[in-house]
């Protein structure tokens, strides 16, 4: 009978809890008990003011102009991938040879495209001013509405165009967000002091943001409680691990650090952005200092925040782990890198053994095999004894949705009650009780 009392009291408290995981292109919201979360385009559309500033926050590729340049990078780049091709044996064993460019020209010539019957869809007519997650999907490109997406890289979208202060971004996400709980889970917004909400937060981090963030979530929408939590330890959770190396890939960087019973180790933490050179270059200060807030509020050394891509002026880390001008950090090395950083041989060792794989930009075939080929290769002697075990699919979840749904996992168990922050002592002791509750260095 107590047991049934116990069981009866986690699920009516997980019904109160709102688990929120905000990514660069998706939002995962929904209670702690859910199996799933709802999941929509991490995005709202504002129709223009007549004589208004036209802004759209793109979600898709940039077309990128075929220059000589490209042209030529291209080739070598082919010729990179022919290369490792040929250096790389078949699965039955035997070698492989190389495609000659003659042969697969006369195979293109020979090949015919597939015509696809052109879509009947129509572009839905909108008489709303606000439209929220994937229905602006629907909006006809002509109509006077601008796009933003509130997160860019995996960190607050602040930017110098309309919409683009810290401001009118939290703005941005309470509409998301409120949208979200009255819409797509029936919580009407006078409820909302009874529940309680988990803010999944990169492992990289800013202070000023976390300031805002957690006001929003009490002061401006009204939850009656909340705690941030890192995503990388969510996902140790979400995957039912005491430690891990975890990789996230998502829509627009990739993260990596090492995890140890709810720790993320700082100086572990690598991140790299989905960009091209020239455009990665650009990035450096603007990732490092994102905005006009001194540089103490970004909590990561300074190599950390760099992009894959780095300059090595105004780095102030050591020389041997910055990358220099015009290289890239590939995956493998980028989690060789990370574990490098452990501060004790036995984490270091914990770390090669086992290696998470989450978020949603790696789930194609065969990621898990080519990682532990490149790693178990560039493993430093003394550590090879150890099995790397690589989970890319961790309990058959979907690795996108593993971060989510540790939090809500953590967010129910009895040691996680001392971490919720209430309205009210927010208000009155502000941002020292996230230095004294944070399950993380603040």
Known sequence: MPVFQESCAEQIQAQTIIIIHPGSMYLRMGRASDLNPCTLLNAVARRRLSGGVEYKDGFLPFVVPRTKELTQAMEESRLQVSHTLQSCLQSDGRRRYATPPQQIAAFNRRSNPEIQSPSKAEWIKMDKDIIVGDDILSLNPEDNFNIHFPYKRGELNIHSGPGGSLKAVMADLKTIWEYVLTEKMDIPLRDLKHYRAVL?????????????????????????????????????????????????????????????????????????????????????????????????????????????????????????????????????????????????????????????VVGSGMKFQGIGMWLHNRISLQIPYMYRAEQLDIITQPKEMDPGMTAWKGAAILSCLESAQELWIGRQEWERIGVRILRERAPFMW
Not at 304 to 316: H, Q, W
Not at 332 to 340: G, K, N, P, R, V
């Open 200 to 356: 999944v937060i990169p492992d990289i981090y800013n202070r000023h943001y976390l300031r805002e963030l957690t006001t929003l979530m009490l002061c401006e929408i009204g939850f009656g409680g909340c705690f941030l939590l890192q995503d990388h330890v969510a996902a140790t959770f979400g995957a039912g691990l005491g430690y891990a190396c975890v990789v996230d890939v998502g829509d627009q960087k990739t993260s990596v650090s090492c995890v140890e019973d709810g720790i993320s180790h700082r100086n572990t933490r690598r991140r790299g952005m989905k960009e091209n050179l020239e455009q990665a270059l650009e990035m450096q200060e603007e990732v490092v200092a994102p905005t006009a807030v001194g540089e103490e509020e970004v909590v990561v050394d300074a190599v950390d925040s760099a992009p894959i891509a780095l300059s090595n002026r105004d780095l102030d880390a050591p020389r041997d782990f910055v990358v220099g001008p015009q290289q890239l950090l590939g995956l493998d090395h980028a989690i060789l890198q990370s574990i490098d950083r452990c501060p004790t041989e036995d984490l270091k060792r914990k770390m090669y053994s086992c290696i998470l």
